[in-house]
Nanobody
Framework: QVQLVESGGGSVEAGGSLRLSCAAS????????VGWFRQAPGKAREFVGG????????RYADSVKGRFTISRDNAKNMVYLQMNSLKPEDTADYYC????????????????????WGQGIQVTVSS
């Protein structure tokens, strides 16, 4: 089992920045791909971004490309989501997820590909 706990959410004005953190515990985390998803009220959960086991490969949703950056520190079992130039439409609950990845290049971009999930953390962007 892998346990994931998000932190760093909160409220920010449009144009501001936040950094979400995801702390992993349990099984070795370095062989897991990780991702961030979000779910706004009344909407389906959507992929935000993901990165490979080493962090060398990343993928982002078009809506956040160029504004959000995923990184990880396997020595600390941590994953980060740096969010810049935030917009009101970025308001949502954000979830960290992970699952075993077969290669160092694998990036998982669909929710059903992830086995382990955090409890979610709220991000609110005001205009």
């Amino acid at each position: 089992q892998v346990q994931l706990v998000e932190s760093g959410g909160g409220s920010v004005e449009a144009g501001g920045s936040l950094r979400l953190s995801c702390a992993a515990s349990g099984r070795p985390f370095s062989n897991h791909a990780v991702g961030w998803f979000r779910q706004a009220p009344g909407k389906a959960r959507e992929f935000v971004g993901g990165c490979s086991r080493s962090g060398g490969s990343t993928r982002y949703a078009d809506s956040v490309k160029g504004r959000f950056t995923i990184s990880r520190d396997n020595a600390k079992n941590m994953v980060y989501l740096q969010m810049n130039s935030l917009k009101p439409e970025d308001t949502a609950d954000y979830y960290c997820a992970s699952n075993y990845a077969p290669t160092i290049y694998t990036v998982l971009s669909t929710s059903f590909a992830y086995e382990y999930w955090g409890q979610g953390i709220q991000v609110t962007v005001s205009s």
